[in-house]
């Protein structure tokens, strides 16, 4: 018998002889854990970074080439499997395997990993895999103690961030790795996952039986995240199994775990969708169409839905900063600021606050008016470039604070802006063959936008005078 398969028949052992106990033992790993792939094949998703011969795939395989294995930066939301893969990588060609999370590792940390690795290269000629986790927190100091040890492949590094590496990670450990971009696990990756788990002797064992409502629900509330989806089904199953009325005949009988269950595990009520297809990602839809509709009561009625659905309040706002770029624009430039200001305050604060910030970036959203001129232009902008239009840039556009740029005669005629009485400098901004035939921004006669289009108006005119 597995150590679950113990677990839970002691414990409804326990619930004859004294009554409702829980699933909880200090012994026992999280379900997450006893959960995690041991291979390749029992990774869900993340097909494509997976796929035969990619960089990840070779790396975990031992594959790396005649120069030995690559370092990895993976990339991804939470409970997409970057833990996961490290040990993976680890576990080939017996690589010895350290992690550190960069919250609370140091310089010092690293250094005694790479003094440690070296020795076990050189004494046992074994590998060491170095699994930092959040990345991001590492200072540029800290990252640059990284790189020797990366550079000479004395460590496989395998980082794992939440953030855009472009951003929090030096371009010199950048350059050294691959980059592996991880996405959220789909519906039925979370489903395959929640059922693999009641049944494998690493989870629960077949102690327990799923309800399809339930199910439903615990995949809506992961929203791609497969850690959250255990956690949910690991406490759920500690509901019912302190809820499950007793009788002799069904004792040795699967617990079946409801939908109440996973509403009480994760004290959240599930919205129940209409099977026609009224989902997740409709409801969203019709949030963003409702505000864009300036229907200020739909746009608050889904609004709630996706709240008390379990939707993350941080993803509802990112939806909304967007529609306010995208639906209103410069016709009421501070929608965008309302929506910015609701999505860190949103991350900050946490429910149930959240909803209260949340209804007023809608409110704002629904009730502006409404210009998708901004949206139109960068799209425009982007097909122009896609054509390859765009000659170089006019070389009196060009940088010319570095040596040698006045020789090339870059900045030679540019005309300063603020030289200029009313502040605008007649001279030719677009490269040649854009130049005078260009009309990206088309501003409506709506809101603030009613005001631009005179001034643009003005512009054109101001610049072809040049």
Same mark, same amino acid.
């Given at each position: 018998? @597995?150590?679950?398969?113990?677990?839970?028949?002691?414990?409804?052992?326990?619930?004859? %002889?004294?009554?409702?106990?829980?699933?909880?033992?200090?012994?026992?790993?999280?379900?997450?854990?006893?959960?995690?792939?041991?291979?390749?094949?029992?990774?869900?998703?993340?097909?494509?970074? +997976?796929?035969?011969?990619?960089? &990840?795939?070779?790396?975990?395989?031992?594959?790396?080439?005649?120069?030995?294995?690559?370092?990895?930066?993976?990339?991804?939301?939470?409970?997409?499997?970057?833990?996961?893969?490290?040990?993976?990588?680890?576990?080939?060609? /017996?690589?010895?395997?350290?992690? +550190?999370?960069?919250?609370?590792?140091?310089?010092?940390?690293?250094?005694?990993?790479?003094?440690?690795?070296?020795?076990?290269?050189? $004494?046992?000629?074994?590998?060491?895999? $170095?699994?930092?986790?959040?990345?991001?927190?590492?200072?540029?100091?800290?990252?640059?103690?990284?790189?020797?040890?990366?550079?000479?492949?004395?460590?496989?590094?395998?980082?794992?961030?939440?953030?855009?590496? @472009?951003?929090?990670?030096?371009?010199?450990?950048?350059?050294? @790795?691959?980059?592996?971009?991880?996405?959220? $696990?789909?519906?039925?990756?979370?489903?395959?996952?929640?059922?693999?788990?009641?049944?494998?002797?690493?989870?629960?064992?077949?102690?327990?039986?799923?309800?399809?409502?339930?199910?439903?629900?615990?995949?809506?509330?992961? #929203?791609?995240?497969?850690?959250?989806?255990?956690?949910? &089904?690991?406490?759920?199953?500690?509901?019912?199994?302190?809820?499950?009325?007793?009788?002799?005949?069904?004792?040795?009988?699967?617990?079946?775990?409801?939908?109440?269950?996973?509403?009480?595990?994760? %004290?959240?009520?599930?919205?129940?969708?209409?099977? %026609?297809?009224?989902?997740?990602?409709?409801?969203?839809?019709?949030?963003?169409?409702?505000?864009?509709?300036? /229907?200020?009561?739909? %746009?608050?009625?889904?609004?709630?839905?996706?709240?008390?659905?379990?939707?993350?309040?941080?993803?509802?706002?990112?939806?909304?900063?967007?529609?306010?770029?995208?639906?209103?624009?410069?016709?009421?430039?501070?929608?965008?600021?309302?929506?910015?200001?609701?999505?860190? *305050?949103? *991350?900050?604060?946490?429910?149930?606050?959240?909803?209260?910030?949340?209804?007023?970036?809608?409110?704002?959203?629904?009730?502006?008016?409404?210009?998708?001129?901004?949206?139109?232009?960068?799209?425009?902008?982007?097909?122009?470039?896609?054509?390859?239009?765009?000659?170089?840039?006019?070389?009196?556009?060009?940088? @010319?604070?570095?040596?040698?740029?006045?020789?090339?005669?870059?900045?030679? #005629?540019?005309?300063?802006?603020?030289?200029?009485?009313?502040?605008?400098?007649?001279?030719?901004?677009?490269p040649d063959d854009l130049a005078g035939a260009t009309d990206y921004y088309r501003p409506t006669d709506r809101g603030f936008?009613?005001?631009?289009?005179?001034?643009?108006?003005?512009?054109?005119?101001?610049?072809?005078?040049?």
């Open positions: 018998m @597995s150590d679950a398969t113990d677990l839970f028949a002691q414990a409804r052992d326990d619930r004859v %002889a004294a009554g409702p106990t829980t699933t909880g033992d200090s012994t026992l790993p999280p379900l997450a854990v006893r959960m995690r792939p041991r291979s390749l094949e029992e990774v869900r998703g993340q097909a494509d970074v +997976l796929r035969p011969g990619s960089p &990840l795939r070779r790396l975990v395989e031992g594959s790396g080439g005649t120069a030995g294995p690559l370092s990895a930066i993976i990339w991804g939301p939470p409970g997409t499997g970057k833990t996961t893969l490290a040990h993976l990588v680890a576990t080939a060609s /017996d690589r010895r395997f350290v992690e +550190l999370s960069a919250v609370t590792a140091g310089v010092k940390d690293v250094r005694e990993v790479m003094d440690q690795a070296r020795r076990d290269r050189d $004494l046992y000629d074994r590998q060491t895999v $170095l699994f930092l986790d959040e990345i991001h927190r590492f200072t540029k100091a800290q990252q640059d103690a990284l790189l020797p040890g990366v550079e000479n492949r004395l460590v496989v590094l395998v980082a794992a961030t939440t953030e855009n590496p @472009s951003f929090s990670v030096i371009a010199p450990l950048l350059s050294r @790795s691959v980059l592996v971009t991880l996405t959220p $696990l789909d519906d039925a990756e979370i489903a395959d996952l929640v059922d693999a788990a009641v049944a494998d002797e690493r989870g629960l064992a077949g102690g327990f039986s799923l309800d399809e409502d339930a199910r439903a629900h615990l995949v809506r509330i992961a #929203g791609g995240d497969a850690r959250r989806a255990l956690t949910a &089904l690991e406490a759920a199953a500690g509901v019912a199994l302190d809820t499950e009325p007793l009788t002799a005949d069904t004792d040795d009988a699967p617990v079946t775990i409801v939908l109440t269950h996973t509403e009480q595990a994760v %004290a959240q009520a599930a919205v129940r969708y209409d099977r %026609a297809g009224d989902q997740h990602y409709d409801v969203a839809s019709a949030l963003i169409k409702s505000m864009r509709g300036s /229907d200020v009561d739909a %746009a608050l009625h889904y609004l709630a839905r996706m709240l008390e659905a379990g939707e993350d309040p941080r993803f509802i706002a990112r939806r909304i900063v967007i529609a306010a770029s995208e639906d209103v624009g410069m016709a009421d430039p501070t929608a965008l600021q309302t929506a910015v200001a609701a999505m860190h *305050a949103v *991350a900050q604060i946490g429910m149930p606050e959240a909803r209260i910030i949340l209804a007023q970036a809608v409110v704002h959203n629904a009730m502006a008016p409404k210009s998708n001129a901004s949206y139109l232009a960068i799209g425009a902008a982007i097909a122009d470039v896609r054509a390859g239009k765009g000659g170089p840039v006019p070389p009196h556009l060009r940088g @010319s604070g570095y040596a040698g740029a006045a020789r090339l005669g870059h900045g030679d #005629g540019y005309a300063y802006a603020h030289d200029a009485p009313d502040g605008v400098a007649a001279q030719q901004y677009l936008e009613e005001r631009l289009a005179v001034r643009l108006a003005w512009l054109k005119e101001r610049l072809a005078n040049r």
